[in-house]
């Protein structure tokens, strides 16, 4: 993994997988949290804290190498796409999320950006969380590890579906499936609903798995509007200084959630064949042909490095009608 960044005013103090924050230089040790990839450690108080998207890949748990060029600011803008869909951009209510309002200070006609222009374009400014240690997964179509476990036993997460379903299939409701959020290196643990509401308590994990149900549900109909199938996808959520429970990290991306093309799907191609994914599905493809997940990972070659750069910038276009 690369070093972190030495950002001016800015201290290093978390690198995960993809993703690496930062406070104020002057920030105190404090009890308050930040939060991305995991972060569950009573860490620093700050009033802003800067997340901020590398170009790394990561699949199986393992980081990969080489990066995804451009994949940083890829991903930072598709998130705060989402964010401002989800503040009412797409016409529900307005979701809270863990973005600061302005990353600016100073006088209007001198303004300092907050934001060190060496990560301009993939850094977010944030507000500090208590972040909760549940991943709240919600799956809208059976796949992936679900489809592994469904014909093995019926089940996905241990909820008893219908016989019949095949991979790829459109589930009769979306599944909330939440896991425990292991640290660095280590697997995430699929939980039952009750077992979060053992590392929460019973209201805020209500909260999060009925936000997380709205959220999939808002963005699936987004999607749905610009030709793609959110297959499934994942959140963090946070508490607020007030108690609000706050969406927070990156949110909707090709690194959190699998998208499809609807059309492709609807022609009865299966998933498996990944030519009509909008994710990282490309990376784990190859790599689970060519390692056996025993020691380092292999290096990507440049071909899956080009294609998966290229279903990023499509999916982002695809959504926005831009690119960063």
């Not at 016989?163 to 640290?183: M, N, Q, S, V």
């Not at 108690?243 to 990290?249: E, N, S």
């Amino acid at each position: 993994m690369s070093s972190p960044l030495n950002l001016p005013g800015w201290r290093h103090v978390y690198s995960g997988k993809v993703r690496d924050l930062y406070v104020p230089a002057d920030a105190s040790t404090g009890t308050a949290t930040g939060g991305t990839e995991g972060v569950t450690d009573r860490m620093l108080a700050a009033d802003r804290m800067l997340v901020v998207a590398s170009d790394r890949v990561s699949a199986f748990d393992h980081v990969l190498s080489p990066g995804i060029p451009g994949k940083g600011e890829l991903l930072t803008t598709l998130s705060l796409w989402w964010f401002d869909q989800l503040a009412g951009g797409d016409g529900g209510r307005r979701i809270p999320n863990h973005l600061l309002a302005s990353h600016t200070v100073g006088a209007d006609d001198a303004p300092l950006s907050l934001v060190p222009a060496e990560v301009s374009g993939r850094a977010m400014l944030v507000k500090g969380l208590e972040m909760q240690p549940i991943e709240c997964v919600v799956r809208g179509y059976l796949t992936g590890s679900g489809w592994a476990e469904y014909r093995a036993s019926g089940t996905v997460c241990g909820i008893p579906l219908p016989e019949g379903l095949h991979d790829g299939d459109r589930l009769p409701e979306p599944l909330y499936t939440p896991a425990f959020k292991a640290p660095m290196g280590e697997h995430d643990e699929n939980i039952t609903f009750e077992r979060s509401v053992e590392l929460t308590n019973p209201q805020v994990a209500a909260a999060l798995r009925d936000l997380s149900l709205e959220i999939y549900r808002r963005a699936a109909a987004t999607a749905e509007a610009h030709g793609l199938i959110l297959a499934d996808t994942k959140f963090e959520f946070g508490l607020d200084a007030d108690g609000v429970l706050t969406l927070a990290d990156e949110v909707l991306t090709s690194d959190s959630s699998r998208y499809w093309d609807a059309a492709a799907w609807a022609t009865g191609e299966t998933p498996s064949q990944r030519m009509a994914s909008f994710d990282k599905q490309i990376v784990r493809d190859w790599l689970a042909a060519h390692w056996d997940k025993q020691g380092s990972p292999p290096e990507l070659p440049g071909e899956i490095v080009r294609r998966t750069a290229d279903r990023y910038r499509e999916l982002l276009a695809r959504l926005t009608g831009d690119l960063p």
